[in-house]
């Protein structure tokens, strides 16, 4: 969506476009084309991350896939996943060629400390269906289904505060149309995040999480659009 409107907005501005601005909008559009090419990828810095505190592991790039999103893909939604794992292991899988799948973030339960394995521009292989995949963003919960033990309270908030940030860059709402469990995707044969998870509380921590952060970059501090 974002750059539907970011085009809008340029092409809007057509009355008052000189013809030298025209010129330049002709180089920029044949200068991004090349990236669209298959198989050539946007450069990119090495060890950078999308959400600032977060830790950077690079996952196997054939567990994803390049792109540059929000440009060929609009992002409008997060999907919320557990592991069936300890942390280690689930890094150790997604470095893995073999694996055949990845997710953007995995978040630690001890701590809520979370590693970026994928840049939020390409599509990773996390949903099990690939229009989720291309549309959307991953995070990975440290834990399993069945043990409610592992969804801890750190957990909860870094996560949150995560999916508030991923909300804020793409302008997605927050609420359970677009923040949704792996088990809610078409065609999907996983149960994560399971039973246990804490829909309810989580998502009060992804709205507290979005208006503390319009507060402190002095938005218009309007709490009421929960
Ligand atoms: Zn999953």
Known sequence: MASISRRAALIGGGSGVVLATAAALTW?????????LPGVDKQRKKGEVDQPGVTWIAASEANLRFADRPDDYVIDRVV???TESDFRTAVKVFRDPL????AHYIVRASDGRTVQMVRE????????????NERSIGIEHEGFVDRPQNFTEEMYRSSARL??????????????EHIVGHNEVPG???TDPGRHWDWKR??????????EASRSSGGSGDSGKA
């Open 80 to 82: 919320i996943h557990v």
């Open 28 to 36: 920029d559009k044949t200068s991004r084309l090349w990236w669209r």
């Open 188 to 190: 999907a044969d996983h």
């Open 99 to 102: 694996h055949a799948s990845a």
């Open 121 to 132: 521009l390409d599509v990773a292989y996390h949903a099990g269906n690939r229009g989720f």
């Open 163 to 176: 999916a508030a940030r991923i909300c804020e860059r793409y302008r997605i709402p927050v609420d359970r």
């Open 202 to 211: 989580y998502m009060s921590y992804v709205r507290q999480a979005r208006d």
